[in-house]
């Protein structure tokens, strides 16, 4: 299919291809909805399809967050620690989006389209700290039309740009093709060099949960950092003896402690990732004994039911 096609289609049906396109970018697939938008906005010529445009983008993005929404709602962090898995780069753990969210409220949904990863994980955040319904669809809502309504009009303002880009593309269908799949092939690089950077992070000493509950128990100070998010130690409780931190608020929460004394740092994401991440930051700011639970918070969680 050339460009002129894809033009054609878009100026007959464009309002259910900018709705489909937008529903399935918000469902988290691949599939980036802004050019598309770009394309129909240089295509409009009447304010009324402006609108109707439009309103597909937001209510194609609103349902999409919505659906989100309850899935956190019902499943709580599990929906959470499953787009954790998702992540191509596990150092980018939900937790740490999810302070984020905690920390702007509820008025970081209006800009969660503008924010790479963030707008994925918002909504079942949201949902998962029981945010009020009317609100998140409020918010969700304003955020969806300030996004959408910024493509439509850039492509509307600059139509005659676009126009010509579009023809360009068209006379030059095999460059364009081998531009945009070595632009693809370097953003995957890129993602996958951060992974294999976090596995050779990965490699600093751990702490099993059995040497842990047995220093625990000791008289010997230990510092126990809980790095899970808000929604997961409000669903299934604090960890006895530990302290609730923000991966931002380490320094708050190290407070005075001595730089000799040893810390462990906790968290529910895959492969440690956020301890792993917490550790070497404090390890950085010249604390002597800093290590990650090996297993993170599932670990605790089968010790605790062993020595019950």
Known sequence: ????????????????????????????????????????????????????????????????????????????YRVLAGLCWLSINPASCVSQTESRFVRWGPGSLVIAKFIPGFSTVAPPIAGSLRMALPGFLLAAATGAALWAGLALGAGWLFRNEVQTIIRALDAYTGNALILVAGIAAGWLGWKLAQKYRFRKQSAIPHIMVDELLEAMKAQHPLLLLDLRGHSMVAETGPIPGATVVAHDRLSNAVGNWPKDQPIVTLCACPADAGAILAAISLLKDGYQSVRPLKGGYEAWLVAVKTNQ
């Open 1 to 76: 299919m050339d460009m002129s096609q894809v033009n054609e289609y878009l100026r007959h049906d464009a309002v259910w291809i900018v709705f489909l396109n937008v529903l399935l970018q918000q469902a988290g697939l691949p599939v980036p909805a802004v050019p598309t938008m770009l394309l129909a906005g240089s295509l409009l010529v009447a304010p009324g399809q402006f609108a109707t445009v439009l309103a597909a983008a937001v209510l194609a993005s609103v349902v999409a967050d919505w659906v989100w929404y309850w899935a956190g709602r019902v499943f709580g």
